[in-house]
T-cell receptor, first 114, second 114 residues
């Protein structure tokens, strides 16, 4: 059974629209992350949360907003979508958010912006 | 910021041979170096890591070497098997920063031919 659930698996959006990517983890972890993998760049860190508080934000654009309604949820809202936002977005979690912890990844949401 | 370069974008070996994937990093403060594997159509999962207080670590058929002077680390897979075929990602982070951020290389596509 997958322990980190990402929904949807595939998502197609039009330029200018808004989408929410869902992530839930059932590993009992206290830290959650978003990473992005696009064709042009390596797997890229976006956000990290620990105990529902933002630890680090490496995303320059405010169009990307993480939302943590519960300890085991970290959704990603993306507004004013652009074609360059097309990528696979991976959610991950770890025990507490320490710097040398193993990350556990979800299966990803592949976003295509037309 | 940290940059991690993965030198082999693709690597093909015969079953039973060894495979070596090399990575270099730029930030001398980096001290934690994990490797992740992504099989076709699946998510990333952790395979092995090394911390900067050692220069070698082995887990069954996987060996990681770290050369801090050269800012280089490598993954050696011995006695390769077809199921080792996957994309391998190296990564680096600074211990003690408590953000959980990993900087990844571009990935190496390893193919093990029977």
């Amino acid at each position: 059974d997958p322990k980190i659930i990402q929904k949807p698996k595939y998502l197609v959006a039009v330029t200018g629209s808004e989408k929410i990517l869902i992530c839930e983890q059932y590993l009992g972890h206290n830290a959650m992350y978003w990473y992005r993998q696009s064709a042009k760049k390596p797997l890229e860190f976006m956000f990290s949360y620990s105990y529902q508080k933002l630890m680090d934000n490496q995303t320059a654009s405010s169009r990307f907003q993480p939302q943590s309604s519960k300890k085991n949820h970290l959704d990603l809202q993306i507004t004013a979508l652009k074609p360059d936002d097309s990528a696979t977005y991976f959610c991950a979690s770890s025990q507490t958010g320490g710097s040398a912890e193993t990350l556990y990844f979800g299966s990803g949401t592949r976003l295509t912006v037309l | 910021g940290e940059k991690v370069e993965q030198h082999e974008s693709t690597l093909s070996v015969r079953e039973g041979d060894s495979a070596v994937i090399n990575c270099t990093y730029t930030d001398t403060a980096s001290s934690y170096f994990p490797w992740y594997k992504q099989e076709a159509g699946k998510s990333l999962h952790f395979v092995i890591d090394i911390r900067s207080n050692v220069d070698r670590k082995q887990s069954q058929r996987l060996i990681v070497l770290l050369d801090k002077k050269a800012k280089r680390f490598s993954l050696h897979i011995t006695a390769t098997q077809p199921e080792d075929s996957a994309i391998y990602f190296c990564a680096a982070s600074k211990m003690g920063t408590n953000t959980g951020k990993l900087t990844f290389g571009d990935g190496t596509v390893l193919t093990v031919k029977p």
